[in-house]
Each structure stands twice: as structure tokens, then as C-alpha cells.
């Protein structure tokens, strides 16, 4: 059984293809941050012919799902640098992609800054803010992401937080198999 752990080699498309049904759900559950159905969907459409293909499968999942359902995935990604960094309760995956831009090491007024901007975010969009944040690749981007996303109305940013999921998915991804 292969489990996610960065010490284990990467799947090759051969090995991707060979998985049980079981073996891809725990491999890919969390490609889509704490919705393993994704992964459940995706895992009848073995065999990939590509791992663009499978990363594709997913994409169009989400896109194909109900405003309410993309609603309810959107509420389950953290605040950036919120409360859940602070008591550890993140994914894993979550931990490291807010490691790499620094995130769980702000300064305490950018903390503030940040946590303030999430609020208001939250209370304008009934949703976090989301932002695949190794793109985003450093604070001062994410900062300023959020301070003009904000501005936009509901339906602009339902479509853009999604993209953002679509981008952390493909990453999450990549980071389990070999190559493109």
C-alpha cells in the first residue's frame, strides 16, 4: 500500500494505472483539500492515459459539481495563516504549502493583516479566501491578491476561488507522480 509521503518515489503512469480502486483513493484524497471524493469519483476512470488526463478528470469533476457542493469544498480550505496553522491542524499538504511562502512565520503585523483580510473576506463571501499560494509564491502577492479580490462580487470569485482549487489540485498532483 503506498501512502503520501514525500520518501516515497513518485508514480510512474504504469504504477498510477496498476492501483486498486482503494489504493488511488488514499493515495489522491486529499488532492482536493479533506474531499476524498474526488479522489472516489476519479478512481472509476482508471486507466489514465496520460497524467494530464488524470489531472483533467479532476478539474471537470469539479467544475461539473452543484454551486452548493463547490460552496461546501471552498469552506473546507484554511485560512491563510489562521487559527488552524496556529494549533497544527492542517493537512499536511496544507502545512507545507503554507511553508513554503512563509506563511507560518509572519511577522505579527502581517499576521494581523492577513487574519483582518480574511475576515472581511469571509463575512463579504461566506467562504475563505483561497489562493494556491505556491503560485501566489510570496506574502506581499497573496497580500495584495486578496485586497483587490475582495472588491469582486460573489459570482466572480465562486469562478475564481475555483480556479485556484483546480491549480493547488494539479500541484498536489504532481507531487505524487512522476512527470507530465
Not at 500500500?1 to 486529499?30: C, D, I, V
Not at 513554503?100 to 475563505?128: A, Q
Not at 462580487?153 to 504532481?174: F, G, N, P
Request: proline share 4%.
Amino acid at each position: 500500500m503506498r501512502h503520501r509521503n514525500s520518501s516515497h518515489p513518485k508514480l510512474t503512469l504504469e504504477q498510477l494505472n496498476a492501483l486498486t480502486p482503494g489504493e488511488f483513493h488514499k493515495t489522491f484524497e486529499n488532492v482536493i483539500e479533506c474531499w476524498p471524493e474526488a479522489a472516489v469519483f476519479c478512481s472509476a476512470l482508471l486507466p489514465f492515459k496520460s497524467f494530464a488526463a488524470m489531472i483533467a478528470a479532476f478539474q471537470s469533476y469539479l467544475e461539473r459539481l452543484p454551486a452548493d457542493t463547490k460552496l461546501k469544498i471552498l469552506r473546507l480550505y484554511p485560512d491563510l495563516a489562521g487559527k488552524m496553522l496556529d494549533t497544527n491542524q492542517l493537512s499536511e499538504d496544507s502545512t507545507k504549502e503554507h511553508a513554503s511562502v512563509g506563511l507560518d512565520n509572519l511577522s505579527p503585523e502581517d499576521k494581523k493583516k492577513l487574519t483582518d483580510l480574511n475576515e472581511s473576506y469571509k463575512t463579504k463571501f461566506g467562504f475563505p479566501f483561497v489562493v494556491c499560494v505556491r503560485e501566489a509564491s510570496k506574502f506581499e502577492v497573496i497580500l495584495r491578491s486578496v485586497s483587490e479580490r475582495i472588491h469582486n462580487t460573489v459570482e466572480q470569485e465562486l469562478e475564481i476561488a475555483l480556479e485556484e482549487v483546480k491549480k493547488i489540485c494539479r500541484l498536489r498532483i504532481l507531487q505524487l507522480v512522476d512527470n507530465l
